[in-house]
C-alpha cells in the first residue's frame, strides 16, 4: 500500500472514530495519532499510519472487514478459500492465512513485518 494510500485510509478511519472507539480517552489518543501521522510530510508517514492503524483493536477489525481476500486457484472459482494475503515489504516472500489473526506477521527471511496485500 503506497503511503498516499495509508494517508487515504487514515482519512477514512479517522472519520469513522467515534462509531468504532467508544471509549473518550482511547479515541482521543487515535485522533491525535493519526493527526501526527497524517501531518509528517509526504515520504515519512508511511511507518507511523500503518502503526497507528494497527494501534486499536477495533480498527483492525473494521479493516480486516474490509481486506479479506478469497484466494482461488486459476480457472476454478469453486475451489475458492476465503484468506488473507501477506506479502512481504522486500517483495521475497508472501503467505495467505485462512483465518485472520491480530498477530504480527512475519518474513523468515528478513524478518520484516508482512503487509497485507490491498489489490
Given at each position: 500500500?503506497?503511503e498516499e494510500?495509508l494517508?487515504?485510509?487514515?482519512?477514512?478511519?479517522?472519520?469513522?472514530?467515534?462509531a468504532?472507539?467508544?471509549d473518550?480517552?482511547?479515541?482521543?489518543?487515535v485522533e491525535?495519532?493519526?493527526?501526527?501521522a497524517?501531518?509528517?510530510p509526504?515520504g515519512?508517514?508511511a511507518?507511523?499510519?500503518?502503526?497507528?492503524l494497527r494501534?486499536?483493536?477495533?480498527?483492525?477489525?473494521?479493516?480486516?472487514d474490509?481486506?479479506d481476500r478469497?484466494?482461488?486457484q486459476?480457472?476454478?472459482?469453486t475451489?475458492?478459500?476465503?484468506?488473507v494475503?501477506?506479502?512481504?515489504?522486500?517483495q521475497?516472500?508472501?503467505?495467505v492465512?485462512?483465518?485472520p489473526t491480530?498477530?504480527?506477521?512475519?518474513?523468515p527471511?528478513?524478518g520484516s513485518?508482512?503487509?497485507?496485500?490491498?489489490?
Open positions: 500500500m503506497t494510500e494517508r487515504g485510509l487514515a482519512e477514512q478511519i479517522r472519520a469513522e472514530l467515534p468504532l472507539i467508544h473518550l480517552h482511547e479515541r482521543t489518543r491525535r495519532d493519526l493527526a501526527q497524517l501531518g509528517r509526504s515519512t508517514a511507518e507511523a499510519l500503518k502503526a497507528t494501534s486499536n483493536e477495533a480498527i483492525q477489525e473494521r479493516l480486516e474490509d481486506h478469497i484466494v482461488v486459476a480457472g476454478d472459482p475451489a475458492a478459500l476465503i484468506g494475503l501477506y506479502i512481504c515489504p522486500k521475497d516472500y508472501s503467505v492465512r485462512e483465518v491480530d498477530e504480527v506477521q512475519l518474513c527471511h528478513d513485518v508482512l503487509d497485507r496485500y490491498q489489490g
